[in-house]
């Protein structure tokens, strides 16, 4: 089995003949074994050569926390609930999956892209509930009437 390095010589030279990401991850999995790249990795690659990084190295990712204060998290996302998880997550300098996984665990969902708890109050529920009565209403006249729609 090949190793990174030896992977991305590969890329490396299939990037500098020409040929597409698509081919080049096809043409490894085929002489190798199916599941020894895949193509999303080798257009990454790609781009990297592409933008003048021919190195073989992994990049630095720098040393984002998977932790988050969720009041803090819940301060920022109060304060301007248009704001998408990546820009929370640039800001608290953590992974987006890291900002995803505690806004679900403080109750926040995205609704018609805005940040909102997710229990209704009292008033959202009476809301509810009456709206559920009316279908119920209108559903039982519409069976008593024999309407069709």
Same mark, same amino acid.
């Given at each position: 089995?090949?190793?990174?390095?030896? *992977?991305?010589?590969?890329?490396?030279?299939?990037?500098?003949?020409?040929?597409?990401?698509?081919?080049?991850?096809?043409?490894?999995?085929?002489?190798?074994?199916?599941?020894?790249?895949?193509?999303?990795? &080798?257009?990454?690659?790609?781009?990297?050569?592409?933008?003048?990084?021919?190195?073989?190295?992994?990049?630095?990712?720098?040393?984002?926390?998977?932790?988050?204060?969720?009041?803090?998290?819940?301060?920022?996302?109060?304060?301007?609930?248009?704001?998408?998880?990546?820009?929370?997550?640039?800001?608290?300098? &953590?992974?987006?999956?890291?900002?995803?996984?505690? *806004?679900?665990?403080?109750?926040? &969902?995205?609704?018609?892209?805005?940040?909102?708890?997710?229990?209704?109050?009292?008033?959202?529920?009476?809301? &509810?509930?009456?709206?559920?009565?009316?279908?119920?209403?209108?559903?039982?006249?519409?069976?008593?009437?024999?309407?069709?729609?």
């Amino acid at each position: 089995m090949l190793d990174k390095e030896q *992977l991305r010589a590969i890329f490396l030279y299939e990037f500098k003949r020409g040929r597409k990401a698509a081919e080049t991850s096809r043409n490894i999995n085929e002489a190798f074994d199916q599941d020894t790249v895949n193509e999303r990795a &080798v257009q990454r690659w790609f781009a990297r050569f592409r933008n003048g990084d021919g190195s073989l190295e992994d990049e630095e990712h720098g040393n984002r926390s998977s932790e988050v204060d969720d009041e803090q998290l819940k301060t920022l996302i109060e304060a301007d609930p248009l704001k998408t998880t990546r820009e929370v997550a640039e800001e608290l300098n &953590v992974d987006q999956s890291t900002v995803v996984r505690h *806004l679900k665990k403080i109750g926040k &969902v995205k609704k018609l892209d805005k940040w909102i708890p997710y229990e209704l109050n009292e008033s959202k529920k009476k809301i &509810v509930v009456s709206i559920s009565h009316w279908h119920s209403f209108c559903a039982t006249t519409m069976i008593l009437f024999s309407i069709e729609l």
